[in-house]
């Protein structure tokens, strides 16, 4: 018999994690309000645990066991919980108040601030190294609907393609399409009750909120929560060895695209555009925002760049033309190429079978490789240049 989804309340969660106590503090973390952001949607919950930034470490145990107090109820049918660190003071009557740092508007830091110790000399907190992985590059826009998505799965498996180990994160929490975009279906599972082993397909290795949730349930979480649930699919997987790991950022410039920029040492980003004037304005956005956080930017995409009319082969130019590359000359960074809008991009990707595996002999799959190269190409040389700053100490 199903589970009676429907006849789950917030209080019967917030009972359950009643009997969840923290080791250090002895209360239980419903009355010390450790407990935030509670969602239930059709038996699905997710929550976060707020902790104190020093002990974030070694409270996994405590986030597992609150999520193993919520799935003992007969009404659910997954738990979620993730942990966010915000530094903390006390404000008046003893309550919790985050600590502002620098310019954050809010926004708590999860990094050094800027000067302090673990800071670059261009002020981007130093991102701790995951295990395994030679280099993180992020696809990003400013803005969305340009094809972030179906780009960063066509760029990743062109990578793949040329012989490389490659990952796929989707940081998108609020709107993960990569499973449906690369044929994956199902949940990830464990092998020592730790860390996820992250879904594969077409030979790469990918991970996704949209393994953990329902398609159609909404992730209606604040900031902290977002880049908490971000850095543990980071972090709580086992990625294994990857020579790159692309990393599909949601549209804008807030916590998901700062939490990937101070907190992991990415080696580049792909800025992904229409070439409309509308589009190209928050392009510009998304370049200021990485080049003050000290991300090198590799270069940017035209995407829907023309359409070629599949019965006369007339070429319309829907959006405009060559917008992309004129900004890419503007602020001096690289134009990386243009795809065009087509049926067949849009199709196969909709599909589960993007057009770079599913049609590798058409011209659109061999402007993604000629895409992928540069890309490559840009990283490594940025990764060549870290290796050559660190100090070589030789024994004789």
């Not at 070694?58 to 659910?76: D, F, G, I, M, T």
């Not at 134009?335 to 993007?354: H, K, N, V, W």
């Not at 061999?366 to 240049?385: E, F, P, S, T």
Request: proline share 7%.
């Amino acid at each position: 018999m199903a589970k009676a989804a429907e006849q789950l309340t917030e209080q019967q969660i917030l009972d359950a994690l009643r009997a969840v106590r923290d080791p250090d503090r002895g209360g239980d973390i419903v009355s010390l309000g450790m407990v935030s952001g509670l969602i239930v949607k059709d038996g699905n919950v997710g929550f976060t645990l707020e902790v104190d930034p020093q002990r974030g470490a070694k409270l996994e145990p405590l986030r597992k066991a609150a999520e193993k107090a919520v799935e003992s109820l007969p009404n659910v049918l997954s738990a979620t919980a993730v942990m966010t660190s915000e530094s903390r003071q006390r404000g008046p009557a003893g309550r919790a108040q985050p600590v502002a740092a620098g310019h954050d508007h809010g926004h708590a830091h999860h990094g050094p601030a800027q000067g302090g110790p673990g800071a670059s000399a261009q002020g981007r907190p130093a991102g701790l190294a995951i295990s395994g992985i030679r280099s993180i590059i992020a696809v990003a826009s400013a803005k969305g609907g340009v094809g972030k998505s179906t780009t960063a799965v066509n760029l990743a498996l062109a990578l793949s393609q040329k012989g490389l180990k490659v990952g796929l994160l989707d940081s998108d929490i609020y709107g993960p399409s990569i499973p449906r975009m690369i044929g994956i279906t199902g949940k990830p599972h464990t092998n020592d009750g730790k860390k996820l082993v992250p879904m594969e397909n077409y030979g790469i290795k990918c991970m996704s909120m949209g393994f953990l949730v329902p398609e159609d349930t909404p992730m209606i979480w604040r900031g902290p929560m977002v880049m908490s649930a971000i850095e543990q699919m980071l972090r709580d997987v086992e990625w294994g060895e990857l020579d790159v790991l692309i990393v599909d950022l949601p549209p804008g410039t807030g916590d998901a695209q700062l939490t990937m920029a101070q907190r992991v040492p990415l080696t580049g980003a792909v800025i992904v555009s229409t070439p409309q004037d509308i589009a190209l304005l928050d392009v510009r956005k998304g370049i200021n925002m990485f080049r003050k956080v000290d991300v090198p930017v590799l270069g940017i995409i035209e995407n829907m760049s023309y359409f070629v009319c599949p019965h006369c082969h007339e070429v319309t130019e829907i959006f405009s033309h060559g917008g992309a590359q004129r900004e890419a000359a503007k602020f001096e960074t690289e134009f990386l190429g243009e795809i065009p809008l087509d049926m067949a991009i849009r199709e196969t990707s909709d599909e589960g079978r993007p057009i770079v595996v599913s049609q590798p002999d058409s011209p659109h799959s061999a402007a993604y490789r000629a895409i992928a190269d540069k890309v490559w190409d840009r990283a490594q040389a940025i990764l060549g240049l870290q290796e050559k700053k660190v100090p070589r100490i030789v024994m004789q």
